[in-house]
């Protein structure tokens, strides 16, 4: 398989693109993505679901039984890769559906963030696809000034995530997360995360928090490709926030591999997402 394919659903069948092909369709609707290691991922039912629950939101929405079944056909069971299934809109607004499989960039346990200054650009912050393009400037921006990814902010201030990632921090012994509401976007990965500290005994609070207050407190990213990253340095206003060093971040990333499972051999899901009617 290419280091970068794309398979078109015609409606029967994946169609692997050309390869001059592979920046041609629509305006990306939505986009969900997941590491796959060898024929092994976490929770793909779930990223199934979270796909079907974005496309509902869009009128044209099409049926997704026959592409989500194929998808799990299709997909490698050797190697790393980054697994993506998209909605998009034709010039003439008809529906595409697609399957990306991407080689993964160099994974690191840490990352560093720069705070965009201004609050929250996105125009659709509940899933991601439609403010992709700005997404990957952002994170350009935060590249200018030495930093791995851009933090979002609410317009009182308030923490949201980075680009595409989730974040957490620790007090104490309790984890903490912003809490879930129209701006905030959500994982699978946050999930699985809140379901180990869930069977851990580890509180879970969900606050509301300025980078600021986050000095000398440990502080990850999460999300659905790298898993936990512990931020290892953070530009806010001209000034470094200078994170806790992380003391769980790699016993956390142990737990969540263990969610691991392999690719189902049928293409028969355990259950049919609902469609929308």
């Known amino acids: 398989m290419a280091e ?18 592979l920046n041609s369709g629509g305006r990306l609707r939505v986009a969900e993505s997941w590491l796959l290691s ?37 997909m490698p ?6 697994a993506q299934i998209e909605y998009l809109h034709g010039d003439d607004r008809s529906p595409i559906l697609q399957l990306r499989t991407t080689a993964p960039a160099p994974h690191h346990h840490t990352v560093s963030l720069w705070t965009h200054p201004a609050p929250d650009p996105r125009t659709y912050p509940a899933f991601l696809g439609p403010d992709w393009a700005m997404m990957l400037q952002l994170r350009r921006q935060a590249n200018m000034y030495g930093a791995d990814d851009s933090v979002l902010l609410d317009t009182s201030g308030h923490v949201l995530g980075t680009t595409f ?6 007090r104490a012994e309790t984890l903490c997360l912003p809490p879930y509401g129209p701006r905030v976007t959500g994982s699978v990965t946050r999930e699985i995360v809140e ?61 969540l591999a263990q ?13 049919a997402p609902a469609e929308e009617t």
Not at 7 to 18: A, D
């Open 4 to 21: 970068d394919s794309i398979f078109r659903w015609t409606g029967t069948e994946l169609t692997l693109l050309p390869a001059d092909m």
């Open 38 to 74: 060898d024929g092994q991922t976490r929770s793909l039912l779930n990223h199934y679901r979270r796909f079907q629950r974005a496309t509902s939101a869009w009128r044209e929405s099409p049926p997704l039984w026959d592409f989500l079944t194929a998808v799990t056909e299709s």
């Open 77 to 82: 069971r050797r190697g790393h890769w980054v």
């Open 165 to 170: 990632d989730t974040m957490a921090w620790w």
């Open 195 to 255: 379901d180990i500290a869930h069977a851990s005994g580890v509180s879970i609070r969900y606050e509301e928090v300025s980078p600021e207050e986050l000095t000398d407190h440990e502080v990850w990213t999460i999300c659905d490709l790298y898993g936990i990253r512990s931020v290892s340095r953070w530009m806010h206003d001209g000034t470094d926030i200078a994170p806790a060093p992380s003391q769980r971040a790699r016993l956390w990333q142990r737990r």
């Open 259 to 271: 969610f691991a499972l392999p690719l189902p051999q049928s293409p028969v899901l355990p259950s």
